[in-house]
């Protein structure tokens, strides 16, 4: 079965970081593009981040560049976000996503997300 689990959100404080991960089961990660999105209350959903899969590209919405990082360890099947300096408007849903094409563009699995709240 395939599946993607995201998992590390939180509460933190204005400043803070956190760190989420975007794990799999079912199919192996090396061969897909991830990226991240995040949705807020009454927002539509954003592209956070994404990394491909060819040459280990990474790309990031202009609102968290500089202060997000996305890796991956393919040892533990794995794709992480860093995330630093946190304020309120990050607060979100955050999902992760596969692409099989490799691309950043189109995305064929969905994890169910995970909480981030950042307020004092």
């Known amino acids: 079965q395939v599946q993607l689990v995201e998992s590390g959100g939180g509460l933190v404080q204005p400043g803070g970081s956190l760190r989420l991960s975007c794990a799999a089961s079912?199919?192996?990660?090396?061969?897909?593009?991830i990226g991240w999105f995040r949705q807020a209350p009454g927002k539509e959903r954003e592209g956070v981040s994404c990394i491909s899969s060819s040459d280990g590209r990474t790309y990031y919405a202009d609102s968290v560049k500089g202060r997000f990082t996305i890796s991956r360890d393919n040892a533990k099947n794995t794709v992480y976000l860093q995330m630093n300096s946190l304020k309120p408007e990050d607060t979100a849903v955050y999902y992760c996503?596969?692409?099989?094409?490799?691309?950043?563009?189109?995305?064929?699995?969905w994890g169910q997300g995970t909480q981030v709240t950042v307020s004092s």
């Open positions: 996503a596969a692409d099989l094409v490799g691309s950043c563009l189109s995305y064929d699995y």
């Open positions: 079912g199919f192996t990660l090396d061969y897909y593009a």
